[in-house]
């Protein structure tokens, strides 16, 4: 989950609520569903977000929902836009694996240093969530005072700027951060920006690039120059983003655009030429979604009116009109709400999002539990009590129980580990991927237990040993077989790190576990890659192959920054019955 620093004075500044205290924030902001995390050094709240409210990335993000909280805002806001002055032309040569590209004028925003650091955070945040790392997006953000735009025509008014495709070795530019004159290629050699996303266009023929009138200043996805740089003295900005996939370049486009109109800004649309016709950018477009007034009251459990219904949407920042159509009948007699979302909410794609908003801003505090309206009461599934009989036992076994995300990258779940997509050994399995997933940190569903255990030893360095940890949980593979395509199952993983740990030492833990079942264990020798040959065997419970048990091979204990060894194992859970 990303971790967003929000300063409380500015919470103050831009809520317009100076009387309210830190306490009385921090329960405000859990009410939004944003969690306290703890204080940094200079006093700034961190606060960890969920992954769809991307627009609540920045300061200003917050403080807009907090105003809506608060009932000092209500239905969907759109900034409004000058006509453009300024064109991004899209030469022929972009390269083809980055062809997109969208952007906004931004005038008379006042960057003090917190609201240049929020700005620079929101860029950050947005890289990697939304643009994956800017794999799928990236955002430069320029001093515009420092452009020298094209003219476009002799017949035409208004300055370009132009997106085109160059040589590695091409023309050169002063770097963010630099003193040097460098082509892209030295910057993907020499400077540390460059080392660090020279991947994300390594195998280009020809890298992005943008320029003005006086030469290159972006080198999109890497680096921009310095000759744009923005600081606290900038007023004028020119934002463009480029990326693999329209759509997301203009939602973080909107986003940025409104936590800067949120300072006062005023947004100035510009034209992006295409060599098949020319859009004007940015897409503030307000979209609309349906809800059945019945679905509310039945996924909520609470009564409302339509009139509440109407104003709990606007203290969302939405818009449902009862009076001009936008509450209508449907065919049965139904009431169905026609929402109107804001640009900036990216989050909102079924009627179950719509639901959320209601419930939230009347309160999910608020809401009484009851008994559902069925004969009988539910009691704990068999398969609950068999994984809380294995939690018991792994706890007594001297393990601490963890619980941790279901999702997970495919660089944790097979790279670091060292195992191949598709292969026979456990956790190999073909993955079940999220078609679009909000950050490359959670892009599938794990496979097997164990390389989240193997995170948390990473994270925990710094922590005294042993550290024995276990954990009963999720795991899913791909399976066409199956009726979901997906075959899911839950497994026990545990880990021993310490100075000392060997096979023996997860192989007795494991037989003691096996034993309070009554199965019966066998561990023949076999090869897995994640663990050392030889000292690596599988888990037979009952006759039936059902996991591994090993000692963690050098490369992966390598990859995780661990300095000890580790013993692990790794079992279905249905095995124990």
Not at 61 to 88: C, E, F, K
Not at 166 to 188: K, M, Y
Not at 308 to 334: K, M, P, T
């Amino acid at each position: 989950m990303p971790v967003v620093d929000v300063q409380p004075d500015e919470l103050r500044k831009l809520t317009g609520h100076e009387d309210k205290s830190d306490d009385e924030f921090k329960d405000d902001l859990f009410a939004l569903g944003l969690e306290f995390e703890g204080v940094t050094d200079d006093g700034a709240f961190q606060l960890e977000f969920g992954p769809d409210r991307l627009d609540r990335l920045s300061v200003e993000g917050v403080a807009r929902s907090l105003r809506y909280q608060y009932g000092d805002a209500r239905g969907v806001a759109v900034p409004n836009t000058n006509d453009p002055d300024w064109t991004i032309v899209v030469d022929e040569s972009v390269p083809e694996e980055r062809p997109y590209v969208t952007g906004a004028v931004v005038r008379g925003v006042d960057l003090d240093d917190p609201a240049l650091e929020s700005l620079i955070q929101l860029q950050e945040k947005l890289h990697a969530t939304m643009g994956r790392k800017r794999a799928k997006g990236a955002i430069g953000i320029h001093d515009l005072t420092m452009l020298k735009g094209d003219v476009l025509s002799e017949d035409a008014s208004g300055n370009s700027i132009t997106y085109k495709g160059i040589e590695p070795d091409g023309d050169t530019f002063v770097a963010l951060d630099s003193n040097d004159e460098w082509t892209p290629e030295e910057v993907l050699e020499q400077h540390a920006t460059g080392q660090k996303y020279a991947d994300l266009v390594r195998g280009y023929d020809r890298y992005p690039a943008i320029y003005d009138e006086i030469g290159l200043f972006s080198f999109p996805p890497v680096i921009n120059g310095r000759r744009t740089e923005v600081t606290t003295n900038s007023r004028d900005l020119f934002v463009e983003l480029t990326g693999t996939d329209q759509w997301t370049i203009d939602r973080m486009c909107n986003i940025i655009c409104y936590a800067l109109a949120a300072r006062g800004a005023t947004i100035e649309s510009v034209e992006v030429e295409y060599e098949g016709g020319t859009v004007v950018k940015p897409d503030l477009e307000v979209e609309t979604k349906h809800v059945s007034h019945d679905r509310i009251e039945t996924i909520l459990g609470i009564e409302l009116e339509m009139d509440e219904v109407i104003d709990l949407f606007e203290r969302s920042g939405l818009d449902a009109n009862a009076e001009l159509g936008d509450v209508s009948e449907s065919s049965d007699g139904e009431v169905v709400y026609e929402v109107s979302v804001p640009p900036y909410r990216v989050d909102v794609l079924s009627p179950l999002d719509l639901v959320d908003d209601v419930g939230r801003a009347y309160g999910f505090g608020d809401l009484e539990p009851r008994y559902p309206n069925v004969g009988t009461v539910g009691e704990r599934h068999e398969r609950s009590r068999l994984e809380d009989a294995a939690r018991t036992s792994l706890v007594g076994l001297g393990f601490e129980d963890l619980l941790n995300f279901h999702m997970i990258s495919e660089e944790e779940n097979y790279e670091r580990m060292g195992i191949e997509p598709g292969s026979e050994v456990l956790g190999g399995g073909e993955p079940a991927s999220i078609t679009e997933p909000y950050s490359e940190d959670y892009t599938m569903l794990r496979s097997w237990v164990l390389p989240s255990l193997t995170m948390v030893l990473e994270n925990n360095t710094h922590r005294a040993y042993p550290q024995d940890i276990a954990e009963i949980g999720h795991v899913a593979h791909r399976d066409d077989s199956e009726n979901t395509r997906v075959a899911e199952s839950r497994h026990v993983a545990a880990a021993l790190a310490r100075y000392d740990a060997t096979y023996e030492d997860a192989k007795s833990r494991l037989t003691v576990l096996c034993r309070d079942f009554g199965v019966e264990l066998e561990t023949p020798a076999i090869e897995h890659p994640s663990f050392i040959p030889g000292r690596t065997a599988a888990v037979v419970i009952d006759g039936e192959n059902v996991g591994v048990i090993g000692e963690l091979h050098p490369r992966v204990i390598v990859e995780h920054d661990l300095e000890l060894p580790v013993a692990a194992f790794e079992f279905e859970l249905s095995a124990l019955k």
